[in-house]
């Protein structure tokens, strides 16, 4: 009897007990594709070989926890970190580091607090680049398209160290603001960074506003890295040196029909070099046979581009874009970079076997003018020499994949 009376009281207690709850989910992606990258200024040698591959295309495993707290106010905490399927090493297909994949938590990986209307968050996260249906191509649809890079080349995506606000309503949903010291080594003194690192008081800032009704989608995205230090390998060559970075895009979409979009999109980024020395030198981006390029003081660099998912009906989705990024402009006084452009294009379809599991296709190019340097940089076709493309060369790829969600 007591034995009995004892079980009832511990399966009472259990009823009543609050408990946090925790689920597991992810993805597992991979296509086999070619990557080729011909025509550069420099010539052949300069050329990326046609390569036949078996890569991963952002696989993930996420752990999320989440208690209710009584009063309409829960916590929880994400834990997320990339994995590569194809060869489970922590590194792209060139060889070099993939900060997606080369530590735990690579993804995202946050605590927080918050209600259905805003929530405080703090950790590593995504940012600048989350758009939902507004442009999903390479994140959730088809691994891979020509514009998904081109308007992060100085944002940071994912932001390390963040303090953010997010909203949960359903109008303004995934809205945000969000602040973060940024720096490679927390111990570095503020006096003497390295020029491997960012400088001990670089910090990044930045917000983004969805606003969604149903048939319209739009989204402005606004990011400002301080005292960034840069080098002659990055994004938007330069001495090394440090520089604010600046980047912005906005996006509107129309839902035309049920799982189908048409979206217009324009994007903004800017370089502007805090390194007295610099600012006083021209810093010549030379490529040979184009003129220009002396940038003393900074450059920026303007694209658009226009995006459509039609839905085929039977469970098979059609996608395609366009964009343009135009010449680099100089923002100090030195001279504009000519044939510094480039053309992106894609083509993609999609079968979904089910809720969870799709197929896909998918062309891409990009055409560079004789001094742009627009490379494929995300999933498996990082190019050996980093993330840009030789100048004047057109890179290209064709792949065919498949993903699975649980």
Do not use: C
């Amino acid at each position: 009897m007591t034995m009995k009376k004892t079980l009832v009281a511990l399966a009472a207690l259990a009823a009543t007990a609050s408990f946090a709850q925790v689920t597991l989910s992810g993805r597992i992606a991979l296509a086999v594709s070619t990557y080729s990258a011909n025509g550069a200024t420099a010539g052949a040698a300069s050329d990326a070989a046609s390569r036949t591959m078996v890569a991963d295309n952002s696989s993930r495993l996420k752990f999320a926890v989440n208690e209710d707290l009584g009063g309409g106010l829960r916590a929880f905490g994400v834990y997320e970190f990339g994995l590569n399927f194809d060869t489970g090493a922590g590194t792209n297909q060139a060889g070099g580091a993939n900060s997606a994949t080369a530590f735990n938590g690579s993804r995202e990986s946050h605590i927080g607090i918050g209600n259905n209307d805003i929530e405080l968050r703090l950790g590593r996260q995504n940012v600048f680049w989350t758009q939902g249906d507004l442009h999903d191509a390479s994140a959730n649809f088809v691994g891979k398209d020509a514009i998904g890079d081109a308007y992060t080349r100085l944002a940071n995506v994912r932001q390390n160290n963040a303090i953010l606000l997010n909203l949960n309503s359903s109008s303004f949903a995934g809205s945000q603001l969000y602040w973060a010291p940024e720096v490679a080594n927390e111990s570095a003194p503020v006096s003497s960074p390295t020029a491997a690192q960012s400088s001990a008081n670089a910090t990044t800032w930045g917000g983004k506003l969805n606003w969604d009704n149903g048939a319209w989608r739009f989204m402005a995205d606004y990011q400002k890295r301080n005292n960034i230090a840069t080098d002659a390998a990055g994004t938007f060559p330069a001495a090394n040196t440090t520089a604010d970075l600046t980047s912005a895009k906005l996006g509107l979409g129309y839902r035309y029909a049920e799982g189908s979009m048409v979206a217009a999109h324009y994007w903004d980024q800017r370089k502007d070099f805090t390194d007295a020395a610099t600012n006083n030198t021209a810093t010549t981006q030379a490529v040979a046979g184009v003129t220009g390029g002396s940038m003393a003081g900074g450059n920026k660099q303007t694209g658009w581009g226009v995006t459509v998912k039609h839905n085929l009906g039977a469970g098979w989705t059609g996608y395609g874009s366009y964009g343009v990024l135009n010449n680099m402009s100089a923002t100090g006084t030195g001279g504009d970079l000519n044939d510094s452009g480039s053309t992106l294009i894609s083509l993609a379809v999609r079968k979904d076997l089910s809720k969870r599991t799709g197929i896909y296709a998918s062309y891409g190019q990009v055409k560079n003018a004789a001094a742009g340097t627009m490379g494929m940089p995300g999933g498996g076709f990082v190019p050996v020499t980093g993330p840009n493309a030789a100048a004047g060369s057109s890179p290209t790829f064709l792949l065919v994949g498949m993903m699975h969600n649980f």
